[in-house]
């Protein structure tokens, strides 16, 4: 899921010109390009198998005990 902006960019069908702009902000400031890319890393290893077993089997464990 892309947060534009925050780990990405959402950029209109074939709308080349935002493209190019969005591409050349990322290579002209690299702090930037820095700060989106740490977001996206951490966005996408929110959907790794093992955090996603890990998260299933706590709501297991915790609908175990509840009843």
Do not use: C, P, R, W
């Not at 050349?24 to 977001?39: A, H, R, V």
């Not at 996408?44 to 089997?57: P, R, V």
Request: charged fraction near 20%; hydrophobic fraction near 35%; proline fraction near 0%.
């Amino acid at each position: 899921l892309m947060i534009d902006g925050v780990n990405g960019y959402i950029i209109a069908y074939q709308n080349t010109e935002s493209f190019v702009q969005k591409l050349l902000d990322l290579k002209s400031n690299t702090e930037l390009y820095n700060t989106i890319s740490q977001n996206a890393q951490k966005h996408a290893a929110s959907f790794d198998i093992k955090n996603y077993t890990e998260n299933l089997l706590a709501i297991y464990k915790k609908t175990q005990f509840d009843g």
